[in-house]
């Protein structure tokens, strides 16, 4: 059996008992990383855009597109940025929360110690538009309808895409999940028509049910939501998932010898003075720093 056909789309030339398979803790060393691809669906500038490791791979200029949600992260997450966001580039928060509670672990430096009382969750905070200079947001981990044999897809809703109320028939997130809820059907049950909103002026999704998934799709979706493709892409932020490095933390420069060692104390009986320390360079600039550790 040659390589190629080994790997034949879906591997649907595996043995049965290999399909589907998650992958274990040694493939995942061996692979250098936690195993799980970095694909995601980006919707800026009011288009979907297909997102492969910080890269953009394909775009679909339609206003809808029918997927399949396989997971979620549990809560709304947050980040925020110091300086201009420009979106598309492939830049780490300055700080982020995932649960939208408190900073994440790894943040380098943290703007409050809950999201709640800080400065930049204040309306008004952001540099433009009165609102909060610390962004809403919720990932969710999809599939597409038409290749529920493929890859899991990271999509990030912004806020306007989450809450709200119906209008119109057009339902954001939470309205969505809640109208199928209360006829009792889960979300990751049905396909689902993501589609832009017209009528506004900067990209928002509403959603609604298309068809109930059939009994083999179930199985797979579930089974895809239980993936490691899955996990990442509600866990890790949009920038981890392409790749992108965390801000650094100022270097310290290392002391000379004459810094670390100790001045010699004077001699009892003499009158001159201490021998002065000689003070420490200068710390690097800014432009300096991020020129140490930019690719």
């Not at 689902?192 to 797979?220: G, I, Y």
């Not at 892409?233 to 998932?241: D, E, K, M, N, V």
């Amino acid at each position: 059996m040659s390589e190629l056909t080994l790997f034949s789309k879906g591997g649907n030339n595996l043995p049965a008992h290999l399909r589907n398979l998650e992958l274990d803790e040694t493939t995942k060393a061996l692979m250098g990383g936690n195993g799980a691809s970095g694909k995601r669906i980006s919707i800026r500038g009011g288009v979907f855009r297909m997102i492969v490791d910080g890269k953009e791979v394909a775009q679909n200029e339609d206003r809808s597109m029918n997927i399949v949600i396989v997971a979620s992260n549990p809560n709304v997450s947050r980040s925020f940025y110091a300086g201009d966001y420009e979106e598309g580039k492939n830049i780490a928060p300055d700080c982020w929360s995932n649960d939208g509670i408190s900073p994440d672990s790894k943040v380098e430096e943290p703007q409050a110690s809950k999201c709640a009382s800080c400065p930049q969750n204040i309306a008004g905070s952001a540099k433009q538009g009165g609102g909060r200079a610390c962004r809403f947001s919720q990932r969710v981990a999809v599939m597409l309808e038409n290749d529920l044999q493929g890859d899991v897809y990271q999509l990030t809703l912004p806020a306007q895409s989450i809450f709200g109320a119906v209008e119109n028939g057009k339902m954001p997130m939470q309205a969505y999940a809640k109208f199928l809820g209360g006829h009792g059907l889960p979300v990751t049950a049905v396909v689902t028509e993501m589609r832009f909103d017209t009528a506004s002026a900067t990209p928002k999704l509403t959603f609604k049910a298309v068809r109930p998934l059939e009994e083999n799709e179930m199985a797979l979706c579930q089974e895809k939501g239980r993936s490691p493709d899955a996990k990442a892409a509600i866990s890790q932020t949009p920038a981890a998932l392409d790749g992108a490095k965390p801000k650094a933390a100022p270097k310290l420069e290392a002391k000379t010898d004459d810094e670390a060692a100790p001045a010699p104390a004077p001699a009892a009986e003499s009158a001159e003075e201490p021998v002065k320390r000689q003070k420490k360079a200068a710390p690097k600039d800014v432009a300096a720093i991020l020129d140490d550790w930019s690719e």
